[in-house]
């Protein structure tokens, strides 16, 4: 008999006899709505039973129904409320379904009926207090997540069939959004989300979700993640969020909703501790992932939600967008673990067309289309604004095949990445994996220990707790593999996109380049911002995802296409960050082969060489640190490059092109500006270190100074390491009238230098990794060389300069430089060559003193206004009209387009011949020598 089961399942005592399963009579309560059905009179729950005939569904509702009502009514407000009660009743009855078979009538009728009542309670109608009955339904998810989604699931479909979906399950909807706001935890949102996938299944409720009033609430991308239904769910994640207005936190800056997950005791865990919670959380963060993404792909099954739940992803972008700034207001945005999570559902839409690359269902025009969704405001990758505007007036309508969803998801997760992704993992590195600050905490609390501030230093333990835990829990969801490597497919599919985009036959160094046209010269900076902002970060964190995936190959390149062919990008600056993740990627530490192999063996990277001798003229016209960082990372890369023999023979062979002469100028005009500097810096160091005792201003002064050798000297040993492989094949652009008299008086002025340096600052220089031995031994390197004194035949044009450079040729420090060689044993056969290249330049000098004019004997107009030496071709500037030697003002040029006396834009074409001025001085010279 199923009467004993069923009084289990109701909680009735069992087994039913006629004494026990006498019923009692209960009052039926006051209740503010009417009841849709007339309660049994009887309350002897066995009789009515026995009365019913269990193969007749309807009357096993009716009769089921009645008990389940006077049961839950009988035990008063004291008692559980309605959905608790029901909802066990429900399992159990599930459970019997299945164990009970024979009585399947009965079992689906019990069922059906703690449905319809739970969607009354859930109404109200049946005297319920909604707000526990919304608490018990929550609690129930949370504990028993299974279970109560598929009550839920049968509740909604009695509601739907009621016609009560919008009043019983809209509020649901609202609470889970506030649970899930609540406790932001992965782990207790995971089945809130379940919950929520319960719900959108049916269409009904779907439809109605994206309707309702909080789903698209006004304000601030933390107002959409605290407010909205879906933000809440996206917004569960153990990472830092911004705090709300005027609540105090930890540091002032971030909650930690999540650091309970790497702290125990007070104590921030350790070994593998740390490696079983972050393997755990992954898991956990991985599921809530799959979760939300189903949910947000129900939604967009039906076109008549599409619409809604696009803008809803815009406005979560666009209400977000200041987290690409370097200094966002936190206190306004959703949260880096919204916008991870809302990443991740963009790249789960995007991966069937990414997997199976179908560039054809992109509409590639669609960011200059009205009806976009999807907004910027900066600027374009080649196009002006007034271009950008005309471009929007001409839109062609969109290719057939194209697909409005697809391309819209797209573009979509280019914006997402750029305010989640790219700038997330930059900060990363700078606020939370920097050793320098947990190094400065634990400074901190040595002085507040020295100092006995015990308060303080119970504040900073706790700061240098949660700083590990912080850094642990962007471990655990930033930096799954799985993860990331979703972000590296999409970046190798949007590679291969741009570069379909481009003209057929564009290559590296082009006199003559395609024109480049829209969608691609229209398309917004970031969209390459993301590729040099997320890069780095691959190669510094985990580089292993980069050496396994096939689409390193098309990130690559892009990556050489775009720095090689100028006409791509005209912002010099966004292809100095491009150079920048080149070399992250070619340096990496630890080094990754098969990455940097593809720079050297991809057919489109063999002109990567000459492209960035080529960016480091260039970089000239951009600011003077920024040109200095740009050239830092192309001598990195260069370096690398010149160890592969094809590429090495590509530099060599592009040497003699024009522009060489430019590059070697400026790399020797850095050498210059950077030891200058240098020299300066730690002589100030000693100074400063011989003083007993430092004023504030002097203290100031003295970390500049550090903070200058520090920068000057890892840019001053790459340019000279540069300068002296260069010239190991490289001479004759060194020859040029225009740079060969510059490079002598360097080499002349640094070696002299380096001999007179005294102990304390050279062992200042020590302390910044310079070794002044080793730079000696590459200046006398560089002289050789270009002199040619083994291969030969010797340049006469650089001994000559070398002779002519009297204010720092010095041949006693000559001859002790060549002491400090023979002493090394790296460097026998420089010093060798060094005597010889001595002797050499000290029987020019000879000459030169014997041919030479005084100065004083020149007639001024003869003289060059800069070199004050006198002219050999004189040429007149056109706008301040100063005659100057050609020579003079080209090697000017060289690294400065414009008149030195009034700042005026100049080019050598500009250049005026006085052949007038020459003749005089050719017939003044003939006069002396009569």
């Given amino acids: ?422 700038p997330i993992a930059e900060s990363l590195f700078r606020d939370w994996f920097a050793p320098d600050r947990v190094n400065a905490v634990h400074h901190a609390i040595a002085q507040a220990r020295a100092a006995n501030n015990q308060m303080a230093v119970a504040g900073l333990t706790k700061l240098l707790v949660d700083t590990v835990a912080v850094k642990n829990q962007y471990h655990a969801e930033l930096g799954d593999p799985a993860f990331l490597d979703q972000v590296l497919q999409f970046l190798g599919y949007t590679a291969r996109w741009l570069l379909n985009l481009l003209p057929p036959g564009l290559a590296p160094l082009q006199p003559r380049a395609p024109a480049i046209v829209a969608p691609y010269s229209t398309l917004p900076d970031f969209i390459i911002e993301n590729f040099a902002r997320l890069l780095p970060f691959f190669a510094n964190y985990d580089g292993s995802v980069l050496e396994d995936s096939p689409d390193s190959q098309h990130i690559v390149a892009l990556l050489v296409t775009l720095v090689g062919v100028k006409s791509t990008l005209t912002n010099p600056y966004l292809r100095g960050e491009l150079v920048k993740a080149i070399a992250a990627l070619v340096c990496s530490s630890p080094p990754l082969p098969r990455t940097a192999a593809r720079f050297f063996t991809d057919p489109a990277a063999l002109h990567l060489g000459p492209s960035l001798m ?65 020299r300066e810096a730690v002589h100030k160091i000693s100074a400063f270190k011989e003083k007993p005792y430092l004023t504030d201003s002097e203290e100031g002064d003295f970390a500049r100074a550090r903070q200058t050798a520090h920068a000057v000297f890892a840019l001053g040993k790459g340019s000279m390491h540069m300068l002296c492989y260069i010239t190991e094949e490289i001479v004759e652009p060194f020859l040029c009238a225009e740079v060969v008299g510059r490079l002598a008086a360097m080499l002349d002025c640094n070696i002299a230098a380096l001999i007179d340096t005294s102990d304390a600052d050279a062992a200042v220089a020590a ?36 002779a002519r450079e009297v204010r720092y040729y010095n041949k006693v420090k000559m001859m002790r430089a060549h002491a400090v060689l023979r002493t090394l044993a790296t460097a026998a056969a420089v010093a060798q060559q060094f005597a010889a290249l001595i002797d050499l330049v000290e029987k020019q000098r000879a000459l030169v003193e014997e041919t030479d004019i005084a100065t004083e004997d020149i007639p001024d107009e003869f003289l060059d206004p800069i070199m004050c030496e006198l002219m050999k071709d004189p040429v007149e500037l056109p706008v301040s009209h100063t005659i100057i030697d050609r020579s003079t003002i080209s090697a000017h040029l060289l690294s400065t387009p414009e008149d ?26 003939a006069s002396r020598q009569k």
């Fill in 1 to 422: 008999m199923p009467l004993a089961s069923l009084a289990s399942v109701f909680g009735l005592p069992s087994p039913p006899t006629t004494e026990t399963l006498q019923g009692r009579t209960v009052s039926k309560p006051n209740l503010p709505h009417k009841l849709p059905f007339e309660p049994s009179v009887s309350h002897d729950w066995s009789a009515a039973l026995r009365a019913t005939d269990f193969e007749d569904e309807a009357k096993c509702f009716d009769c089921v129904r009645d008990i389940l009502w006077q049961m839950w009514t009988v035990s008063g407000p004291a008692g559980p409320s309605a959905l608790a009660y029901l909802a066990v009743c429900h399992a159990n009855l599930v459970a019997l379904r299945s164990l009970a078979p024979g009585h399947l009538t009965l079992w689906t009728a019990a069922a059906r009926a703690t449905v319809a009542l739970a969607n009354l309670a859930l109404l109200g109608a049946v005297g319920t207090d909604v707000s526990m009955e919304h608490a018990q339904l929550l609690g129930w998810i949370a504990t028993q997540p299974g279970p109560a989604c598929e009550f839920l699931a049968a509740i909604v479909a009695e509601a739907a069939t009621c016609g009560t979906l919008t009043d019983a399950l809209d509020p649901v909807l609202g609470a889970i959004a506030d649970a899930a706001y609540a406790d932001c935890r992965p782990d207790s949102v995971l089945p809130l989300a379940r919950a929520v996938l319960t719900c959108v299944c049916h269409d009904e409720l779907a439809n109605n979700m994206v309707q309702h009033a909080r789903w698209l609430p006004a304000g601030t991308g933390r107002d959409l993640a605290a407010s909205s239904l879906l933000g809440p769910l996206l917004a569960a994640s153990s990472l830092p969020r911004a705090p709300a207005p005027s609540r105090p936190t930890i540091v002032g800056i971030f909650e930690f909703p999540g650091s309970q997950y790497f702290v125990a005791n007070g104590s921030a865990l350790a070994g593998p501790a740390v490696e079983n919670v972050i393997r755990s959380l992954r898991v956990t963060v991985a599921t809530l992932r799959t979760t939300l993404h189903d949910i947000f792909r129900k939604l967009l099954s039906n076109a008549a939600r599409r619409d809604q739940v696009l803008q809803f992803i815009a406005a979560a972008i666009s209400r977000n967008s200041t987290r690409a700034h370097s200094m966002p207001d936190v206190s306004r945005l959703g949260g880096d673990g919204f916008l991870l999570n809302l990443l991740s559902v963009l790249l789960k839409l995007c991966e069937p067309f990414v997997k199976q690359q179908k560039f054809d269902k992109i509409d590639d025009f669609y960011l200059l289309r009205p009806t976009c969704l999807f907004t910027t405001t900066d600027a374009a990758l080649t196009a002006t604004a007034e271009e950008t505007a005309q471009a929007r007036l001409a839109v062609p309508v969109a290719a057939a095949g194209t697909n409005a969803f697809i391309t819209a998801a797209f573009f979509g997760t280019m914006h997402a990445l750029r305010v989640s992704a790219t």
């Fill in 614 to 678: 080529q960016f480091y003229v260039d970089a000239e016209t951009t600011d003077f640190y920024g040109k200095l960082s740009m050239r830092r990372n192309i001598q990195q890369i260069v370096a690398e490059l010149w160890r592969m023999p094809l590429p090495r023979r590509e530099i060599v062979r592009f040497s003699s092109d024009a522009f060489f002469v430019r590059f070697a100028m400026l790399m020797t005009n850095d050498v210059i500006f950077l030891l200058d500097e240098g």
């Fill in 767 to 802: 302390e910044f990794g310079l070794d002044l031995i080793q730079m000696l031994s590459q200046l006398c390197t560089v002289a050789v060389q270009v002199a040619q004194i083994a291969r030969g035949p010797v340049k006469t044009a650089f001994i000559d300069a070398l």
């Fill in 900 to 925: 030195p006396f009034n700042r005026a834009p100049l080019a050598l074409a500009d250049l005026i011949p006085r052949p007038d001025i020459k003749q005089r001085i050719a017939e003044w010279l």
